[in-house]
């Protein structure tokens, strides 16, 4: 199975701050990989697929990156709305596999 | 619209069975690939099986291979998840999704908890 280590698993940051997140898979998954955002209580929200496609209605502070083994999430300049738990997941393989999650709180 | 709607969860005994449904409209479900993910309360997101859009090629998470059983009928446009031999760790919030570059639909999800 593929393992999808995400970083960090916590984070603390301000309004207006550029933040990152890193997926790194166990071997190659080419451009199959999504993010989701999910906020408490609330069904998870895909922001990105096939990598760095932007999901239509999503913010355009969002953006993605990598192919591969590593992969990047970032938000530009992060907004109120956007302290959620964030994550990972390749679809290349079966069985597709979920990054750990990145909580990002408010600093 | 896109609409995923799932039922079916609620308590059940360890070693009990269950079976979820998901009602899907807003699209031609005959033609889209399904999942079902889960999630336990407080932890994070757990894939657990694929179907295709004819039924023919489905896969699962080892966690769940051999005890749950996806199905679909696309003439009543929906998806199902056998449970069986359930235990406490299949406690979760269930959700099922449309399978287009991964999961770009999630039903609201249902509930199942096991326990004595």
């Known amino acids: 199975d593929i393992q999808m280590t995400q970083s960090p698993s916590a984070m603390s940051a301000s309004v207006g701050d550029r933040v990152t997140i890193t997926c790194r898979a166990s071997q190659g998954i080419s451009n199959h990989l999504a993010w989701f955002q999910q906020k408490p209580g609330k069904v998870p929200n895909r922001l990105i697929y096939a990598a760095s496609s932007l999901q239509s209605g999503v913010p355009s502070r969002f953006s993605g990156s990598g192919s591969g083994t590593e992969f990047t999430l970032t938000i530009s300049s992060l907004q109120p709305e956007d302290f959620a738990t964030y994550y990972c997941?390749?679809?290349?393989?079966?069985?597709?596999?979920f990054g750990q999650g990145t909580k990002v709180e408010i600093k | 619209q896109v609409q995923l709607v799932e039922s079916g969860g609620g308590l059940v005994k360890p070693g009990g069975s269950l079976r979820l449904s998901c009602a899907a409209s807003?699209?031609?479900?005959?033609?889209?690939?399904m999942t079902w993910i889960r999630q336990a309360p407080g932890k994070g997101l757990e894939w657990l099986s694929y179907?295709?859009?004819?039924?023919?090629?489905?896969y699962y998470a080892d966690s769940v291979k051999g005890r749950f059983t996806i199905s679909r009928d696309n003439a009543k446009n929906s998806l199902y998840l056998q449970m069986s031999s359930l235990r406490a760790e299949d406690t979760a919030v269930y959700y099922c999704?449309?399978?287009?570059?991964?999961?770009?639909?999630w039903g609201q999800g249902t509930l199942v908890t096991v326990s004595s």
């Open positions: 179907i295709s859009s004819s039924g023919r090629n489905i």
């Open positions: 999704a449309r399978e287009v570059a991964a999961a770009d639909y």
């Open positions: 997941l390749q679809h290349n393989n079966y069985p597709w596999t």
């Open positions: 807003g699209f031609t479900f005959r033609d889209y690939y």
